[in-house]
């Protein structure tokens, strides 16, 4: 019982229905494992275990009485603070909002719940899911950043505090974290999940995703978030094809590869070297070299729209970096803004040929390993692109730098979530 927290959630799933463990009993090994490492990692910005107990007995009672109520039943999960919830503040990573305390929960947390998930509680995020850092350690070493904007939960994963947890990207902020603390993190196509009750910063972009330990555990976990009961619930393509066997991958050195370290880059051509059988290189087609400044259009547009009244009523509880870029997003015209929207379809298109031909692209999911001190987050130049592009993207543990852990990218097609992550198990079982 002392080592239940370090379970999969298919596991403790499993468990839990065949009675071979409690709810209460997972939920216990969970909040000792807080009380032992978050005074190193700080993922958790609120927690009460009262209430965490709550839920678990509750599950266990209505297991006994009734079976499941979803394929979650009893399984404890962490919630990114920028999502609603009506038992615990809600305080979307700044002091503005302290002490806020929504009327209901947001979709996707009824939809977790509905599935007889344990809310576990609140974990870190940065200042307004930006780039100004929160408490958050990496658990693989406390001098370095764990990544942002989903700090907390990527490092509640990966200590071990809880088998899954949330995250939200609008530019890198689910698959960096994922890379920097060594779990499987998951974007899936934008709208996939519900976004209502969580804090929007950019309509076209936001996109809820979240960690895990597998690549089957965040496959279910995303399912589960969208309102489904299993993975083959994802978008499929209208085919429904699966993966080739064997699978057929494309290496591609986007527009960022010049931004990598030395030692991701390397880390990254000797893992493609080594799956060689499965991966050719092959190159970004022309239409690629000139779109560094869509997204940042876009979100930083947005941003401004969302966040100026913050800066403008609350100027000094803003950090400098969010007001500089709200300065910049206020500069971007609206002709700017549809212009950045509307070479999406565009670009979709231009990547189709490599889907038809390869299952799956494969790019570092960021520049390095997490970068040194907590005043930085690192840089998402590789996960922008795809976030404004809507396609599902994951990142898999599978390289290491500098005795840390770096993430291997997936990235497919819009629509084509499921197959990505039929994809991602395969490779992560070809890895191991």
């Given at each position: 019982m002392d080592e239940l927290h370090i379970l999969t959630a298919a596991e403790a799933a499993a468990r839990i229905r065949r009675l071979v463990i409690t709810s209460e009993e997972l939920v216990t090994a969970c909040l000792a494992r807080i009380a032992l490492r978050d005074p190193v990692v700080e993922a958790w910005v609120h927690l009460d275990p009262d209430y965490a107990l709550e839920q678990?007995?509750?599950?266990?009672?209505?297991?006994?009485?009734?079976?499941?109520?979803?394929?979650?039943?009893?399984?404890?999960?962490?919630?990114?603070?920028?999502?609603?919830?009506?038992?615990?503040?809600?305080?979307?990573?700044?002091?503005?909002?302290?002490?806020?305390?929504?009327?209901?929960?947001?979709?996707?947390?009824?939809?977790?719940?509905?599935?007889?998930?344990?809310?576990?509680?609140?974990?870190?995020?940065t200042e307004l899911a930006f780039f100004g850092p929160g408490k958050t350690r990496n658990p693989r070493n406390p001098e370095r950043t764990p990544g942002g904007s989903s700090s907390g939960s990527a490092a509640a994963v990966a200590d071990c505090h809880v088998p899954l947890a949330l995250g939200t990207q609008t530019a890198g902020s689910v698959i960096r974290p994922a890379s920097f603390c060594g779990v499987v993190g998951f974007k899936p196509s934008f709208g996939v999940v519900p976004r209502d009750g969580v804090l929007a910063q950019s309509a076209p972009l936001d996109t809820i995703g979240g960690y895990g330990r597998t690549v089957a555990d965040v496959a279910l976990f995303v399912s589960v978030m969208a309102g489904g009961a299993s993975p083959l619930t994802l978008p499929l393509s209208p085919s429904g094809a699966r993966p080739r066997h064997p699978l057929k991958l494309a290496f591609v050195r986007t527009p960022a590869w010049g931004q990598g370290e030395a030692s991701m880059q390397e880390a990254m051509l000797l893992f493609v070297k080594n799956h060689a059988s499965v991966i050719e290189e092959v190159a970004m087609p022309a239409d690629f070299d000139d779109t560094g400044g869509l997204q940042r259009a876009v979100q930083f547009r947005d941003i401004a729209r969302a966040y100026g009244p913050y800066l403008d009523h609350y100027p000094h509880e803003i950090s400098a970096k969010l007001a500089e870029v709200i300065g910049i997003g206020r500069g971007v015209t609206d002709d700017e803004y549809r212009s950045a929207l509307a070479r999406r379809d565009g670009l979709n298109a231009a990547l189709a040929p490599l889907f038809e031909r390869y299952d799956a692209l494969v790019t570092p999911a960021a520049c390095g390993p997490a970068p040194k001190g907590l005043g930085s987050t690192g840089s998402p130049a590789f996960n922008f692109l795809w976030t404004y592009l809507g396609v599902p993207a994951v990142s898999l543990p599978l390289m290491e730098a500098e005795g840390m852990p770096l993430g291997v990218q997936l990235v497919g097609a819009v629509g084509r979530d499921a197959e990505l992550l039929e994809v991602a198990g395969a490779v992560m079982a070809s890895s191991q």
């Open positions: 678990a007995r509750a599950a266990d009672q209505v297991l006994k009485a009734a079976g499941p109520r979803g394929p979650l039943h009893g399984v404890p999960v962490g919630i990114k603070d920028i999502v609603d919830t009506a038992r615990l503040p809600t305080e979307n990573g700044t002091v503005i909002m302290r002490g806020r305390r929504p009327a209901a929960d947001a979709q996707v947390v009824r939809n977790l719940t509905a599935a007889g998930a344990v809310i576990l509680g609140k974990t870190v995020t």
